[in-house]
């Protein structure tokens, strides 16, 4: 009794650690939150979570809000979508999916649907901001290890072709220095534990860019919130 006692406990608070998650963000900030959880789990510099998420999914949701990311984000059949909540976007994709679309971007670090759904229980768990973005950063901390060179990893996040790796950095650097290299510092995270890190595709991210690019000379400054 007292061992199905305990259970129940468990339980609920993490129930309640999930809903008090997304209750007490704004949409926007559930992304920066879940950067933020990626980057202390994988030790992948929290400066190119933020970055990627804000290049992959960044909107201002009206006239005087703030850019920044959005986690109900979707791309499917060429074009961009964000939704003003799980719901609706989980309605939207699974519709798409019912027209037999399955190139479909979802989430704060817009993972395809076609590569990369196996890795979720479900649908509703590939848009949890959280794991979202713990499945973003595996794959960039692989792409590290491959490569050696966090510029690479995050060119390699989007494209191997290496213009269009070098364009997405850019873009990266520009997005970072707007929104968010003026901001307080926040700690780095510790270097994790040896952890197995999932089997991922190349293919992740938006093809096109949503935003002017940039382009910076390698000799203009500290790469990615001063990562060389």
């Not at 996040?157 to 290299?181: D, F, M, P």
């Amino acid at each position: 009794m007292l061992t199905c006692l305990r259970f129940r406990i468990v339980l609920m608070v993490a129930v309640f650690s999930q809903v008090w998650f997304a209750a007490s963000a704004s949409p926007s900030q559930q992304c920066d939150q879940a950067a933020r959880y990626a980057a202390a789990e994988t030790g992948v510099p929290l400066s190119i979570l933020r970055a990627l998420t804000l290049a992959e999914t960044g909107r201002k949701p009206s006239a005087n809000a703030p850019f920044g990311p959005w986690p109900w984000s979707v791309h499917a059949g060429g074009q961009g979508y964000w939704f003003d909540d799980a719901e609706t976007a989980l309605r939207f994709i699974n519709t798409k999916r019912a027209e037999g679309l399955t190139n479909i971007d979802v989430g704060c670090f817009q993972l395809n649907l076609h590569w990369h759904a196996k890795g979720f229980s479900d649908l509703a768990a590939m848009m949890s901001p959280k794991e979202n973005a713990l499945y973003a950063a595996q794959f960039v901390h692989a792409l590290y290890e491959e490569t050696g060179d966090w510029r690479r990893a995050v060119g390699h996040y989007h494209s191997r072709t290496q213009s269009k790796a070098e364009t997405y950095v850019a873009r990266l650097e520009t997005l970072y220095n707007r929104y968010i290299g003026t901001q307080p510092a926040a700690p780095q995270p510790s270097p994790p534990e040896q952890r197995p890190t999932p089997q991922v595709s190349e293919r992740y991210g938006l093809v096109s860019a949503r935003a002017p690019l940039v382009q910076f000379s390698r000799k203009s400054g500290p790469i990615i919130g001063g990562l060389k």
